[in-house]
């Protein structure tokens, strides 16, 4: 090879090391830029699918109305009624709402009513919101990253309140 093609090949090189690095930079310039969305994320580990739930999962899955009691009795100085859904994260969907009637559902699948389809952690049908007894419940339905109610993983349902704010991936939601 003549001295040409070579000294061509090592600026070749060179400049596609440097796209390397500035692709390593660019990922972690974006991940310390924006910490409230993974610090949710990183919860208690998740529970093995096959494992058998522990009494407290149980009691959280079959006695939601015992949740909603033990929840209105913590948070008596807040308004319960929720009249819509409000998202606060990603900044390209910020503002859009969804208004509380009857059942919603989030997830990727097309039929839901609340779609996020550009959201990996996101599953097909990942939550729903019902009403339980004039009160809004808000249920994981058995997905793979799990829903985030306040912060905390849920499992079973929750009551949800105003002001309450929800986490799927990188989408926080928050009750109006």
């Known amino acids: 090879m003549t ?3 070579l000294n061509i ?3 070749a090189l060179l400049g596609l090391l440097y796209l390397f690095f500035a692709r390593v930079l660019w990922a972690v310039w974006s991940e310390v830029r924006t910490p409230k969305q993974h610090a949710i994320q990183a919860g208690p580990p998740q529970q093995r699918r096959d494992s058998a739930p522990t009494g407290k999962q149980r009691q959280a ?3 939601p109305a015992q949740q909603s009691r033990k929840a209105q009795k913590g948070r008596s100085g807040r308004s319960s009624r929720v009249g819509r859904l ?4 990603p900044r390209a969907r910020r503002g859009t709402t969804v208004a509380m009637a009857g059942e919603i559902t989030l997830g990727r699948d097309p039929s839901c009513s609340f779609t996020i389809d550009d959201d990996s952690f996101v599953s097909q ?3 729903r919101i019902y009403d339980y007894e004039g ?5 994981d339905l058995g997905s793979t990253n799990g829903t985030f109610h306040n912060g905390n993983k849920i499992v079973g349902a929750k009551l949800l309140h105003t002001g309450d704010r929800i986490q ?8 109006q």
């Open 86 to 89: 409000v998202i606060l994260e």
């Open 9 to 11: 090949l090592k600026f």
């Open 125 to 127: 049908l990942h939550f």
């Open 135 to 139: 009160q809004p419940m808000l249920e």
């Open 3 to 5: 001295d040409q093609i």
């Open 168 to 175: 799927v991936g990188t989408t926080v939601i928050e009750a």
């Open 61 to 63: 899955q079959q006695r």
